[in-house]
C-alpha cells in the first residue's frame, strides 16, 4: 500500500507586515526545550473563537456556530486580510479559509479549518 502525503503551501504572498503571533496570539512557555507547554497566553492575536481549551469560546461569535476540531474565526482590518490569510494557511495549510463575513467597514470576520486529515 502507498501513502500519498500532499502539503498545501499558503495560497497568498509571504506576509511583510504581520507576525504568526499578531495573528494566532502568543504565550509564554515553560521552558526552552521540548516538550514546550503553552502555560499563561500573552495575547490571542485575532482570535476571537476555537476549537480547543484556551480560554477563548468555541462557540463562533460571528457565525454563531460551534467550531470543528482545531478550527480558529479571526477578526481583522480588510487591509490585513491577505497577510492574515497567509498566517491561517501557514498553520492550517493551503485553502485552509472556509468563511468570510464582511462585520463592518473597519473588520471582517475568516473561519480557517485544520486541513491535514
Known amino acids: 500500500m502507498e501513502i500519498e502525503f500532499k502539503i498545501l503551501n499558503p495560497t497568498e504572498p509571504e506576509a511583510k507586515n504581520l507576525t504568526k503571533e499578531d495573528v494566532w496570539g502568543a504565550h509564554e512557555m515553560e521552558s526552552e526545550y521540548i516538550p514546550k507547554i503553552p502555560i499563561k497566553w500573552i495575547h490571542h492575536g485575532m482570535l476571537v473563537a476555537t476549537s480547543g481549551d ?3 469560546p468555541n462557540v ?3 457565525w454563531g456556530d460551534e467550531l ?9 482590518r480588510p487591509s490585513l486580510e491577505q497577510e492574515a490569510r497567509y ?5 492550517h495549510g493551503g485553502g485552509s479559509v472556509s468563511r468570510r463575513k464582511v462585520i463592518s467597514k473597519n473588520e471582517i470576520a475568516l473561519r480557517s479549518d485544520y486541513q491535514a486529515w
Open 54 to 56: 484556551d480560554g477563548l
Open 87 to 91: 498566517w491561517l494557511e501557514y498553520v
Open 60 to 62: 463562533c461569535p460571528v
Open 68 to 76: 470543528r476540531y482545531k478550527s480558529v474565526t479571526i477578526i481583522c
